[in-house]
């Protein structure tokens, strides 16, 4: 066995203490392997920092969106609150004023019926007033028509006054002289005072009314006779009982 250790020693190439070639050669391309490895896995790196870097200033910049968008999301959501509060409050408002509305046109109806109702009362009371001044002119005409007829009667009435009057003193006149006849000369005064009797003075005063009969006849006013003779005769009797001395003889 040792002669078999010892001839495959013998059998090997003796390079008399260094490595062998293939060896070196492997060391060699590992170490290449390595470096290019390296060099790759290096920039790769690099690379990956960068966008790792790249990617939290993104990530702080999203989050820094986020936080704004946040934000104005609690913004917006707080406006969304307040306009549906304000939308709310509008909407309230606008049946208000709906109802307000749907009364105001019911006054407004109601006053144009009342305005209608109006207008044909004032149509009616023009109308009337129309009548009323028609018949105020009749009434203006038929009063001229009635002055002017007092009018005449009232000249009539002085005509009839006058004529009383006259009569009235031819009355008084014709006593006198039929006293003057009748008298006695030997009877005074206060005997004939004492004898003339009411009834006397009666058929004195029949007889006065009489001829005033007479004389308004004459002048065409029969109709109206019985109004004048009544107070003539009164005014004759009265005139009679005051001036007793129509109805004595003279002294």
Sequence with gaps: ??????????????????APPFLLAALLIGLVLIGFCYYNLSSQYSALEVQYRD?????RAMAEKRESLETRHDELKKT???NSKSLDEKDKQLLQKEQERAAVEAALRKKEDELMTKTREAD????????????LNETSSKLSEKETS???LTSEVDALKAA????????????HSTNQKAAVPEVNQNAIKELQTPAKKEETAKELGNSLQDVVSA??????TNITTQPATTQVTKTQANHPTLLSPPQ
């Design 80 to 82: 969304l609150e307040d």
């Design 1 to 18: 066995m040792k002669s078999n250790g010892s001839n495959r020693g013998a059998l090997r190439p003796h390079y008399g203490g260094r």
């Design 219 to 224: 002048n065409g006013t029969q109709g109206r």
């Design 164 to 175: 009383v009057r006259d009569a009235e003193t031819k009355a008084a006149a014709g006593v």
């Design 150 to 152: 007092l009018a005449k």
């Design 55 to 59: 990617l939290q200033e993104r990530l």
């Design 124 to 135: 009616t009371a023009a109308k009337a007033l129309t009548g009323c001044l028609q018949r």
